[in-house]
């Protein structure tokens, strides 16, 4: 749509794109130390998911070495991963927690 000015020049409003940001996925990574307790109670506290979806990720992370948690803009996803290896060390566990871009 145009518009037009007093003095009569025609303005253009350009509508911009902007494309979402990137995502990334946080993920956790299998140990020999950290019980499947503990890392239940971290999906469901942190991931907010239920005790179902927590066992089955944990599954997931002991069988294959690892499982994703969920997918977040940049900020949340290192946000996330923080608490989690924060949380894990004031519990003395060794579970380890990263991310990567979509």
Same mark, same amino acid.
């Given at each position: 749509?145009?518009?037009?000015?007093?003095?009569?020049?025609?303005?253009?409003?350009?509508?911009?794109?902007?494309?979402?940001?990137?995502?990334?996925? @946080?993920?956790?990574?299998?140990?020999?130390? #950290?019980?499947? =307790?503990? *890392? /239940?109670?971290?999906?469901?506290?942190?991931?907010?998911?239920?005790?179902?979806?927590?066992?089955?990720?944990?599954?997931?992370?002991?069988?294959?070495?690892?499982?994703?948690?969920? @997918?977040?803009?940049?900020?949340?996803?290192? #946000?996330?991963? =923080?608490? *989690? /290896?924060?949380?894990?060390?004031?519990?003395?566990?060794?579970?380890?927690?990263?991310?990567?871009?979509?």
């Amino acid at each position: 749509m145009a518009n037009r000015s007093k003095d009569g020049t025609v303005l253009e409003v350009k509508k911009s794109k902007l494309k979402p940001p990137p995502l990334f996925k @946080v993920i956790l990574l299998n140990d020999d130390y #950290t019980p499947m =307790e503990f *890392v /239940v109670l971290i999906l469901q506290r942190f991931f907010s998911l239920s005790h179902e979806a927590a066992m089955q990720i944990m599954f997931k992370v002991h069988k294959e070495g690892m499982g994703i948690c969920g @997918v977040y803009p940049k900020d949340v996803a290192t #946000t996330k991963v =923080e608490q *989690v /290896v924060s949380y894990s060390r004031k519990h003395q566990h060794p579970l380890q927690c990263v991310m990567e871009e979509t």
